[in-house]
């Protein structure tokens, strides 16, 4: 018997009886048959994919080229994969959530309430009552008063003058100082910021003192600075007036005292 040339499917020869014709027919109809057979089946909107890499051998399967308008169940879902080539539905959240990654669930994200705002931090504090300095000394200035302090830079009991950085906040800062110094017309007057006690960071002009009658001399200023963990920055009060002079406290109108802080920018 003659076979096709694709799929060897028997047919019948040139010289075979014609009372033959109806067996050879049924050999070549069931051939056909059980070669077309993975051809059944399937459901709408599915395509014929290949299943193996033997002829013949194929599978229904859903469009490979796209994702199907039915996997969307409402307004606001997104599609997704829970694993290789595998796509999902992720159904809208809450009004106000954001999408976040969580490798515990299956398709990988979530929806999730918002994180709260970045919160303020730093430091202010002022001084409570007057501080006598030398003439021709340079002093830190102590502080027991506190506008703010969001993350313990400051003790109002112990090494009042400084303000130290807290472990994990180590970054750019905002400082700022000014002293307020008694009303007295003799010799200068200035304000420092010396780190961990010794280096000096900043220095706010020298200026000679006002002259006029019951007016106070302030002095002070702001710039940015980058501190580690474990510095710490303190306020440094000096004058030359031939004697002692007070850096004024709260013993003086509130726009007088003198007040020390920082802010935190970032790493």
Request: glycine share 12%; with cysteine; aromatic share 10%.
């Amino acid at each position: 018997m003659a076979t096709t040339t694709n799929f060897g499917w028997t047919t019948p020869d040139d010289t075979d009886y014609v009372k033959d014709g109806a067996a050879a027919i049924r050999t070549l109809g069931s051939a056909i048959d059980t070669s077309l057979v993975d051809l059944k089946g399937g459901t709408t909107g599915q395509v014929l994919a290949k299943a193996s890499n033997t002829d013949m051998d194929f599978t229904w399967a859903s469009d490979a080229t796209g994702i199907p308008a039915t996997i969307f169940d409402a307004k606001g879902d997104l599609i997704v994969a829970s694993a290789a080539d595998t796509a999902a539905r992720l159904a809208v959240g809450t009004n106000g959530y954001v999408l976040t990654a969580d490798s515990a669930e299956a398709t990988g994200v979530k929806w999730a309430a918002a994180t709260a705002s970045v919160s303020f931090v730093g430091c202010g504090v002022n001084k409570t009552a007057d501080q006598s300095i030398s003439s021709d000394v340079s002093t830190a200035i102590t502080f027991t008063g506190e506008d703010f302090d969001t993350d313990a830079f400051h003790s109002t009991s112990t090494n009042t003058s400084r303000l130290t950085i807290p472990a994990g906040k180590g970054g750019k800062y905002l400082i700022y100082g000014y002293l307020s110094y008694q009303d007295n017309g003799t010799g200068s007057r200035a304000t420092h910021i010396n780190l961990n006690g010794s280096s000096r960071i900043a220095s706010f002009a020298r200026v000679q003192a006002v002259t006029e009658a019951g007016s106070n001399t302030a002095i002070g200023g702001s710039f940015i600075y980058n501190l580690s963990a474990g510095d710490y920055i303190e306020l440094v009060g000096y004058q030359k007036s031939g004697g002692s002079l007070n850096v004024l406290g709260s013993a003086s109108p509130d726009d007088w005292r003198s007040r020390f802080g920082l802010y935190y920018l970032g790493a």
